[in-house]
């Protein structure tokens, strides 16, 4: 059991970014938000804290995520009661608990195809999982869900690679960009902090394809909602264009917004959607999932025609 055990509370203390956005939807709706954010990270932070082998506790959880098992765990408990409340997949559950359990203990991810796996399956699994929580029922609304949390683990890539580093971690493909490289980088080697801010660029250059589709997929949203997903997507995005601003080696450093980045970003994003996007949404007719993105998580093994909201 992880030391808070309030949804609500855990969710303030642990995600700032996106517990400040979660205040524009309805009072149930934060409940639920933060109940489903208590679950996710509940089962991240036994994946950080599993020695590699050590996976009991997530082999637990996803035991008890088989409908045909009565759970005990309170955590799963929990959300197998939200699940049947709101319709939550509990496929996407399951294969969220998977990949963090293939996560535990050291990890070099080999090239893109293996980044796309991983990130789809710690990150664009919650974003399956959050469809229905947002009310939003479109079984095509599917694919744009995946690519906002694919979005969100690549800024998150970008954001937090000393923190892996230490702890044996390297999701910047080796094909990019060798573990040597990146540790020497971290040591403060000017040539390997040129080669990491490349490799960044790079990787953050995939994260915007991903974004800019997870954009238009909004028209899915019901209105109310909307709104709130839009802050906290721009919130996160701007954590990794704003590594692209500073000087070379900023990811030295982990980066966060200032009170005064947010404050600003919260008042230009509450009145102002990309152009395109607005159009999009204003459409009668629903956007259609990028034909390149498809090939990508195809590429990568990804099969997300069997998520479907319940």
């Known amino acids: 059991m992880p030391s808070e055990s309030n949804p609500a509370a855990l969710f303030r203390a642990k995600s700032r970014t996106f517990s400040l956005a979660a205040k524009l939807f309805s009072r149930n709706d934060q409940h639920a938000v933060a109940r489903l954010y208590y679950f996710c990270r509940v089962l991240d932070d036994l994946a950080d804290a599993s ?21 005990t765990d309170p955590v799963v408990l929990d959300f197998l009661d939200l699940a049947a409340k709101r319709g939550l997949s509990l496929e996407a559950a399951t294969l969220l608990a998977q990949a963090l359990r293939a996560d535990c203990g050291t990890r070099q991810v080999k090239n893109e195809n293996e980044l796309l796996s991983f990130a789809f399956g710690v990150a664009g699994t919650a974003g399956v999982l959050m469809c229905p929580v ?3 029922r479109d079984p095509r609304a ?3 869900a995946v690519d906002l949390g694919i979005a969100f683990q690549l800024t998150n890539i970008a954001r937090d690679i000393p923190e892996d580093a230490n702890l ?22 000017a040539d390997s902090i040129e080669k990491v801010d490349a490799v960044i660029q790079q990787l953050l250059s995939l994260a915007e394809s991903f974004y800019e589709s997870a954009l238009s997929g909004f028209w899915f949203i019901p209105r109310r909602n909307r709104r ?27 980066r966060t917004l200032s009170t005064s980045e ?15 996007a607005v159009k999009q949404w204003s459409s009668a007719s ?3 999932h990028s034909f390149e993105l498809n090939q990508k998580l195809e590429a ?6 069997s998520l479907k909201t319940p």
Do not use: H
Request: proline share 8%; glycine share 8%.
């Open 142 to 144: 599917i694919p744009f």
């Open 262 to 276: 947010k404050i600003k970003l919260c008042l230009r994003n509450l009145w102002i959607a990309p152009p395109a």
């Open 168 to 189: 044996g971690r390297y999701y910047l493909p080796q094909e990019w960009i060798a573990p040597a490289v990146i540790e020497a980088a971290i040591a403060g080697d």
């Open 286 to 288: 629903p956007p259609v």
């Open 51 to 71: 020695e590699q082998g050590e996976t009991a506790a997530l082999e637990r959880v996803i035991y008890e995520l088989d409908p045909a098992v009565t759970a």
């Open 228 to 254: 709130a997903v839009l802050l906290a997507a721009m919130l996160y995005r701007e954590i990794g264009q704003s590594l692209l601003q500073l000087e070379g080696g900023a990811w030295r450093k982990r």
């Open 134 to 136: 947002l009310g939003v």
């Open 300 to 305: 990568a093994g990804i099969n997300i025609s």
